[in-house]
């Protein structure tokens, strides 16, 4: 692993400024991958781990930084919980730990610098100094998913029956013995304009 202030400077150059929320995310991720005792997440054990985000927001920008983890590999995964959190999963050990930013982190922040107005400069500079304790919370989980959701499945392509499209890894449904995608099958997030 690299150092935070290391870190701190590529995630800066990919989220587009310096901000509480990559500084909360990576240290998130430092803090999952000691956990789960990995020593290159991005390098020499770039194949171990799939990282679950809870929230689109700042931190999660950060946290690939650390894990090497991207949604086009398939080991980034997002689930839309709002919560500044994240799972990390080890898949050659075959155990997950979730991470937790703490409620009361944000409180702390005014208290170690209350001389520090300006709210967004006061956490980046404690969430640098405090403890991995002070700032999440873990629990040790197990994530009970099919080997379709990870890297490196290898799965037969199919065809939806209503719009042609081609759909991977299992995403199709059945309706009244019909093979659909899931737009088709009315689980869709747009509709399609006259
Ligand atoms: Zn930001
Ligand atoms: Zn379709």
Redesign the pocket.
């Known amino acids: 692993m690299k150092s935070l202030d290391e870190y701190a400077a590529l995630a800066e150059q990919a989220?587009g400024?310096m901000?509480a929320?990559?500084i909360l995310g990576l240290r998130m991720a430092m803090y999952g991958v000691k956990l789960l005792g990995i020593e290159d997440p991005a390098g020499h054990d770039r194949k171990r781990l799939v990282t679950f985000v809870e929230i689109d927001r700042?931190a999660t920008d950060a946290i690939p930084i650390v894990t090497g983890c991207r949604l086009g590999k398939r080991a980034l995964k997002f689930r839309d919980f709002g919560k500044v959190a994240a799972t990390f999963c080890d898949l050659k050990q075959d155990r997950a730990v979730r991470v937790v930013a703490r409620e009361t982190a944000k409180r702390r922040a005014q208290e170690l610098y209350p001389e520090m107005t300006n709210k967004n400069q006061q956490q980046m500079r404690a969430y640098r100094e405090m403890p991995d304790e002070d700032l999440f919370s873990i629990q040790w989980v197990r994530v009970a998913l099919g080997p379709e959701e990870f890297p490196g499945y290898k799965g037969e392509r199919r065809v939806c029956a209503e719009c042609g499209e081609g759909i991977n890894f299992k995403r199709e449904v059945v309706r009244d013995g019909r093979m659909l995608c899931k737009a088709c099958a009315g689980e869709g997030y747009y509709t399609p304009l006259a």
């Open positions: 989220h400024h901000c929320g990559q700042c």
